[in-house]
T-cell receptor
């Protein structure tokens, strides 16, 4: 059984550009979350989606947006990229509704470098 | 404010020695606490959660609400335990998102 899959694995963008990161949850999982991990820090929560609806949002600017599709896959979009957006972006999925108690499974992440 | 603190960036021990990775948290309710581990070139994965009260790979962690701590312990470290360890809390409710500490890199020397 495939785990959480993310694409692309690595990408380089220029300041001011826009980026779209993609995530496919584990089969049967309906909840997807996004985290940003800056070098030397722990992951920081960005968004959580369940059944295609946003269920949680972290302390990130409006340049960050996301959505979940009918097949439960998800995209994270970041507009007007800044150098500080350079990070590993992690997607995580869980089986059911986003309440505490559900085990969260992480993907390998998408490394974004902004130059 | 909700916060997880891992005071040690790096912890180095010899094989067979006891290990304790410290984690303190700040949360005004009843959080659920977790330890996640990331081995070299692998994805972040759940090691254990306080609600399960189980031992995984010889590791245990006890939630101490009085000291707001959730330290990870293992009596005899193995070389394969070398990894990055993250303590995290979930505030519960309808979100279930995780708040992570900065992580502690455990290095077990032969």
């Amino acid at each position: 059984d495939a785990g959480v899959t993310q694409s692309p694995t690595h990408l380089i963008k220029t300041r001011g550009q826009q980026v779209t990161l993609r995530c496919s949850p584990i089969s049967g999982h309906k909840s997807v979350s996004w985290y940003q991990q800056v070098l030397g820090q722990g992951p920081q929560f960005i968004f959580q989606y369940y059944e295609k609806e946003e269920r949680g949002r972290g302390n990130f600017p409006d340049r960050f947006s996301a959505r979940q599709f009918p097949n439960y896959s998800s995209e994270l979009n970041v507009n007007a990229l800044l150098l500080g957006d350079s990070a590993l972006y992690l997607c995580a999925s869980s089986l059911d509704s986003p309440v505490s108690g559900n085990t969260i499974y992480f993907g390998e992440g998408s490394w974004l470098t902004v130059v | 404010a909700q916060r997880v603190t891992q005071p040690e960036k790096l912890l180095s021990v010899f094989k067979g020695a006891p290990v304790e990775l410290k984690c303190n948290y700040s949360y005004s309710g009843s959080p659920e606490l977790f330890w996640y581990v990331q081995y070299s070139r692998q994805r972040l994965q759940l090691l254990l959660r306080h609600i399960s009260r189980e031992s995984i790979k010889g590791f245990t962690a006890d939630l101490n609400k009085g000291e707001t701590s959730f330290h990870l312990k293992k009596p005899f470290a193995q070389e394969e335990d070398s990894a990055m360890y993250y303590c995290a809390l979930s505030g519960g409710g309808s979100q279930g998102n995780l708040i992570f500490g900065k992580g502690t890199k455990l290095s077990v020397k032969p």
